[in-house]
């Protein structure tokens, strides 16, 4: 209970200023004239002035407030190195017991640092601020933080914490630990495919020196790179990036003796892959109502380069024009087809025949270019099926079926059984209607002995396209020449632009188009692991964390040829997928978390912000036991630590539960006091 005055002025107070200051001036005159009744007058005066300020005797009924401590639990994927769990819980449940004995006090407990897959290093002040943000600030006891001292978002200084208590860290883990693992001081985040890329990095071990490691680097799970490196030391490595989109390397290094977690031995650094110029050989033959269909696809992609030929006078056609009026430029044939065929990543044949152009040997050429990783694309009419046909080349074997005529009949293309599934033919817009959405074609090349099922049909249900491998390299087989009506949006037109450009960057090697692939996304907080198959079933897939914790995945059908399972990301780092037989990596947030960058426990990080607030730093385990100082309860002081013994700031907040007033001048009392003061003063000067 608090007794008080309180004032609830009757006039303004400029007035009682006014008042006041002529009361001084009066009272002055007076006793420098030293009139008599002089103090009775000024007396008289002052309880005047005291009424028109109506003060008021108060009491307050208050019920005390506990203080209140947050106590912080480090729960980031650090802690689980060593018995840092164990001794958390041990040190947690020690010290909320301590903290319920003392009386007046309320205790918090949050749980931080939970990976998420999405925040980079621990966040404990971040908690410990969304914690207290109710709590007013003469209501804060103090904060304990129970971590491995490895914390992220540290105050630059006391101030920022928001309140006056004393903060204290309470550390697990040993203080002999030692770890050794990979730091990148230098890594690009592009590249150029069919370049290399220099990454730099550095072995840093913790709590030894002078070790030595053998250092792996991978790219893609390839190794391309071994050496052995002393600690501190910095090396290079040059990586050739070998395809477009992501090209992951690993830069692992040797375990050391003893050492607290091989999960920092490894680094991860993510190239994109960019394509400079993808250059593509386009070779047209006999003239004909789509032979610009190619030309203009190929020219609206910026990436592409092209190379375009049309045979317009083959070489049996001789009409007696001398050669220096002939404004036709000369096929380069021996410079195209012999020294440069390997700089070209697809050739095209639109309705190309045999015309003495090239010689028999070039298409041996172009074989072996395609069985060592080229690719080629024969866009056929009439011609295959003719005497002239390429196939009736060394090309044969490398082409995925045999011409033996021609049909002339209307027809809507199809997608077959495994054109279903195949990523350049799965989902076209307008093949999931019958007939499809599109317009018909007229005419189609008749073949037999195919090497592979074709991925669309024609009339009668013949094939139409082929999508076939041949060694390293790649041909696709377009059996109608009649795809410029889609392109000119005859009866509607079709979906020529993605089914062309699609067969082109198959053909180039594109990873998302493969047949067969392992692939991990992110999307949102989710993992979602993908296998794009030509098969019926696929296998279970095995999944490890950052952590390196495994678990195996159960995949559903989706689309036809996918399959896909998900899990939370919930960690930030590399993370790897496999069937048994593909492998697929993906880099979850920044390249190096900042989690395990420094996986050793240390008290330095925390102390200079707990001693500022009064508090300390300190471990709790002591050899294989946990033991913490002695909470006790401190009412004023700057510092809240000693010898064995840890304090928390009591606090004396209250609550006001009832208010009594008691005016002084109002009523009876108020009409005495004055009276009796003008009386006084009458007495007075009666004398």
Do not use: C
């Amino acid at each position: 209970m608090n007794y008080g005055i309180a004032f609830t002025p009757l006039v303004p107070a400029i007035v009682l200023w006014i008042a006041l200051a002529a009361i001084v001036v009066i009272a002055l005159v007076l006793l420098l004239a030293r009139a008599r009744g002089a103090a009775v007058r000024v007396a008289a005066l002052a309880l005047f002035l005291l009424a028109l300020a109506n003060p008021s005797f108060t009491r307050e009924d208050r019920d005390p407030l506990t203080s209140i401590v947050a106590v912080v639990v480090d729960k980031s994927p650090s802690q689980n190195f060593g018995n840092r769990t164990r001794e958390t819980a041990q040190a947690q449940e020690a010290l909320v017991d301590s903290l319920k004995k003392i009386k007046g006090l309320e205790v918090r407990v949050i749980d931080a640092g939970q990976a998420d897959g999405e925040t980079d290093g621990t966040k404990l002040f971040g908690a410990l601020a969304s914690a207290l943000s109710d709590v007013p600030v003469d209501r804060v006891a103090g904060a304990f933080l129970i971590t491995d001292g490895r914390v992220h978002d540290i105050p630059a200084n006391a101030a920022a914490l928001g309140f006056q208590a004393p903060v204290h860290a309470l550390i697990s883990g040993q203080k002999d630990e030692r770890d050794r693992r990979i730091a990148i001081t230098a890594a690009p985040r592009f590249g150029i495919v069919g370049q290399t890329q220099t990454i730099t990095y550095r072995l840093d071990d913790q709590g030894v020196s002078n070790e030595r490691a053998k250092v792996t680097v991978r790219r893609d799970g390839e190794v391309i790179n071994e050496r052995t490196l002393t600690s501190g030391q910095t090396a290079s490595v040059d990586v050739d990036i070998k395809h477009a989109g992501p090209n992951i390397v690993e830069i692992e290094a040797s375990p050391l003796e003893r050492e607290l977690t091989p999960v920092n031995n490894r680094a991860v650094v993510a190239i994109d892959g960019v394509r400079d110029k993808l250059r593509v050989l386009l070779v047209s033959g006999e003239p004909h109502s789509g032979e610009r269909t190619w030309r203009n696809l190929l020219k609206s992609d910026a990436s592409v380069d092209l190379v375009h030929f049309t045979i317009l006078r083959p070489p049996e056609k001789q009409d007696g024009t001398p050669i220096n009026e002939l404004s036709l430029i000369a096929f380069p044939t021996r410079e195209l087809f012999q020294q440069k065929i390997n700089e070209f990543q697809l050739i095209i044949f639109d309705r190309y025949a045999r015309q003495g152009v090239l010689p028999i040997a070039y298409f041996d050429n172009i074989a072996r270019y395609v069985r060592s990783g080229g690719a080629v694309l024969v866009s056929a009419g009439p011609d295959y099926a003719s005497n002239t046909s390429i196939w009736r080349t060394p090309l044969d074997s490398v082409l995925p079926a045999e011409p033996v005529g021609v049909t002339e009949k209307p027809f809507y293309a199809h997608l077959s059984d495994v054109g279903k599934r195949h990523p350049v033919t799965r989902g076209l817009e307008g093949a999931a209607s019958e007939p499809p959405h599109w317009s018909r074609f007229f005419r189609t090349v008749d073949t037999r002995n195919p090497v592979n099922p074709p991925v669309m049909t024609g009339a009668d249900g013949k094939p139409l396209l082929f999508l076939s491998r041949f060694g390293e390299g790649r041909v696709a087989l377009l059996l109608s020449d009649h795809i410029w009506l889609w392109a000119r949006g005859y009866e509607g037109g079709g979906p020529h632009l993605d089914l062309l450009r699609r067969t082109s960057h198959w053909l180039m090697k594109q990873p998302d188009l493969d047949e067969e692939a392992l692939r991990l996304q992110v999307q949102g907080k989710d993992l979602v692991v993908v296998r794009q198959t030509m098969s019926d079933s696929v296998q279970p897939v095995s999944v490890t964390s950052p952590s390196g914790v495994a678990r195996d995945l159960t995949l559903s059908p989706g689309e036809p040829g996918e399959w896909r399972a998900s899990l939370p990301a919930n960690e930030l780092g590399l993370w790897q997928a496999t069937d048994g037989t593909l492998k697929a990596l993906i880099n979850v947030g920044p390249t190096n978390p900042k989690e395990f960058s420094e996986v050793t426990s240390t008290t330095e990080t925390l102390k200079p912000l707990t001693q500022a607030t009064g508090g300390d730093a300190v471990r709790v385990v002591d050899g294989s036991r946990v033991e913490l100082p002695r909470v006790v309860p401190v009412r004023s002081s700057s510092a809240f630590h000693g010898d064995g013994w840890m304090g928390v700031r009591m606090r004396d907040a209250s609550v006001v539960k009832g208010v009594g007033v008691l005016p002084i001048f109002a009523g009876l009392i108020g009409l005495l006091l004055l009276l009796g003061a003008f009386a006084a003063t009458w007495v007075r000067e009666g004398r």
